[in-house]
C-alpha cells in the first residue's frame, strides 16, 4: 500500500494532467503513468470521468453561424448604448455594509472582543467530543463502491458460458434499487 | 398328436426339415425378427432426429421414443453436452444482431450486434436503449471486458482465476449430477435450426425437474441463438434472442476486433484482488466481518461459491468491501457488503415495509461493528430473498 504523501503527489500530478489527459494530448509515457494510478485511486478515475463528460458535452454543444456583417452591427449597437451605472453586485454591498458598522463601531473595544472570541472558538475545538477520529467518506466514493457491486456481478455472469451476461448487463444499468432509486444512492 | 402336428404344419413352412440350407435361412429370418422387435422395444432414437430440419418448419417437440425410456434420455442428456460443449467453441464464426428483453421491472428491452468467433470470443456493442447505446461488452476465454461510452470507462476482468473456472465447473456439475442438461425439442431462430437444451434440477433434490435454462442452440454449428432465464416458479426473467445471423462471412472477423483498443478510455480493474478460497481467508483482508447468511436460510441446492475482498488500497474502511457469489449450479445471486459511514447512517427500515420482488435491493443491517449495507443482486423469489434478510439480521 502507498503512503498517504506518495498517494497524495501522484493525485495532483495527475489532476495537473487531466485536462490533456481528456484531450488525448499527452505523450505516451504521460498516458501511460497517468492511467496506471487512475486504475488505482477511485477518487480520480472518478474525477476523471466528470472532466472528459464535461469535456464531451462542451463539444457536443451546437455552434451557431453568425452573418458576414454581424460584427459590424454589433459595433454599431455598441456604440450607440449609452454608458451604463455599475451593476451593485453581493460583494459591493456587503462592503459597503462593513463600512458603515466599522463606522458605527467603537475601535477602542474591538482588540478585547476579538481575544473573546478567539478563546471561546479555542475552547469549542479542545472540548468538544473529536469528531475527527470518524473519517469522513464523501457520497461519490460510496456510490462509486455500490456501482462496482454491479459491474462485478456482471463479469460474475459473464464468466458463466450458459448465463446471459447482456440481460445482466441491463439490470445493472438500469438498476432500480428496492427503494426506488438508482443503485449507489444511499 | 395335434400340436406336433401344427408345429410341424408351421416348421414345414419355414423350415422344411432335415435341409441345411434352409435351416440357415430360418434362422437368418429369426435373427431380423428378433433385432427389429429389440430395436422397436428399447427405442433407440433414429439418428435423424436431429438432423437440420428442412427452412420453415414449424417449431415442434422433440419426438419421444418408444417409451421414452431410460436409453432415450440418456441420448438426449449425451446430445446436450455435445451441444453444449460446441457452444463454447462454435464451429463457424458469426455475425447477427439479437434483442433481448427483460421481464422483471421495467420491462425493457434491448437491440445488440454481435460477433462471435471459434474461440468462444464473443463482441457485444449495445444500440439500445439510450444510456447503454454505445456500450460495448467484450468475453473472451482469458478476459472480460466492459466499455462504458458515456463515461469512457473500460472495465478489465480477467479470468479464469484458480477458482473460478466456470465453463470446467458448469460441465463438472453436469456429470456429477448437480444440474441435468436434456434436449427436448427443436425451433428455427433466424432461420437457423436450434435444439433447445434445458438446464434442469435433477431428481432427487428439492425442486427436482425445474427448469433453470432454456438455450437454443444451431445444431450445426454451435451458436447461442437464444437464452432463457427462469426463476424458481418457472417464470422467464429474461430472454436475449439472434434475430438476424451471418454464419461464416465473407469479409472473416479479424481477432483483433476483440482486443479494441479505446483512447482515452479509464482502465479499471474490477477484481483488483484474487478470490479467496473461503469467508475465513477473506476476513483476514477485510475491516470488517462480513455477515453470512444461515445454511437453512438459503434456497435449496445454492451455496457459497466465491468470496471476493476489495479497498485494501483505499485508506477509508467504509470503501471496503466484500462480494459474495451463492450459486446452486446454474442459478446465481450476490451479496454485496460494506460498512456504512456513521455520518451516513439512516435509520434501519421494518422488514414489514420491505417488498422483496425486485432483482437489485440494498439492505442496512445493525450489527456489532455498525450498520452494514447489504447489496443483494438475483433473481429469487421475494420469499427466497425475505429469508435470506432476515437471517442476515
Redesign the interface.
Known sequence: MLDQNTTDANCRSTWSRLSDYADNSLSAREMWEVEKHLAACADCAKLAHRTTQTIQILRSAETLDTSDNFMAQLHAKLDSLGPVPARRTAGTVVREWLDEVRARLNFRALPTLSVGMASFILAALLFSPRHGAIPVVSTVATEMVSQEALDRHVAVTASNPFDDPVAAKLEADSGISDSGARIGTN | MPDANAQTSRGGRCCPPLSLEGRIVCALRLVFVLSALLAAFFGTPASGQFQPAPEGRKPQPIRRTAGGGPNAARVRQARARQL?RM??KPKQQYIGV?E?H?YE??G?I?E?EIEGDTN?SIK?LFRS?A??RG?M?I?TPGI?R?YHS????L?V?P??TEY?D??NR?FANLLNGTVTASVTGNEIVADRQADIVE?KVPNGAAGAGRVL?R?WIDDETGILLK?Q?LNALGHT??T?TMETITVNPANAINPNEFKPQF??A??????PAPQYRTMEDAQGHLPFTPIEPAPQALPANFHLD?V?G??????????H?V?M?FTDG?A?F?L?E?L?????Q?PIEAPLR???G??????RIQTQQGVM?V?Y?GHLLPEQTAAIYQSLR
Do not use: C
Open positions: 453444449l457452444m463454447l439479437q433481448t427483460l421491472g421495467t425493457l434491448s445488440q468462444g457485444v436503449p444510456n447503454v456500450d461488452m468475453i472480460f466492459s458515456s463515461a469512457r470507462l472495465e476482468a479470468w479464469p473460478n466456470e465453463s458448469m438446464l435454462r438455450l437464452i432465464k426473467t429474461s436475449t483512447p482515452g479509464t482502465i479499471t480493474p474490477l477484481f466465491g471476493w476489495f479497498g485494501e488500497d483505499r485508506a477509508h474502511p467504509y470503501l468491501s462480494l457469489r446454474v446465481s450476490s454485496y460494506r456504512v459511514p456513521p455520518a451516513k439512516t420491505r417488498t422483496f425486485r432483482n437489485q435491493q440494498t439492505w449495507s447489496q443482486i
